[in-house]
């Protein structure tokens, strides 16, 4: 479920009506994530200005990409910091492998000191 958007036929047809009534129907769409494979090959010939926007075509209508590298390379960033968070946080609190998950020390593989060249790589020094 699109959970409120319109879709492209309901587009059509309202843009439609309002042509047939004389009226000229204006609008902004949102490309839900799940159709951004439609744009690969739209977004690989779009070319950008000075200001960081890019006009192309797409399912009829007009489509403006607008694209900020700084904010861009900022958010990917935090992505990546907050994605070796969780992956760091799973190696604490993940399951032990070889030995009990009761807690307890003794028999369990994850009980032993690893070689420093097998540590779990967020464990690792950043460099």
Do not use: M
Request: glycine share 14%.
């Amino acid at each position: 479920a699109d959970r409120g958007l319109l879709s492209l036929d309901n587009i059509d047809t309202l843009t439609t009506l309002a042509d047939q009534g004389g009226r000229k129907l204006e609008f902004i769409l949102a490309v839900p994530a799940r159709r951004y494979g439609e744009l690969v090959e739209i977004f690989r010939g779009l070319a950008f200005d000075e200001a960081g926007l890019a006009e192309a075509g797409f399912a009829a209508h007009r489509l403006f990409v607008a694209h900020d590298p700084l904010r861009a390379a900022e958010q990917s960033e935090k992505r990546r910091a907050r994605i070796a968070e969780l992956g760091c946080a799973g190696v604490r609190t993940g399951p032990r492998s070889g030995g009990s998950s009761s807690g307890g020390s003794g028999a369990g593989r994850g009980d032993r000191p690893r070689p420093p060249g097998l540590r779990p790589r967020c464990l690792q020094p950043v460099h």
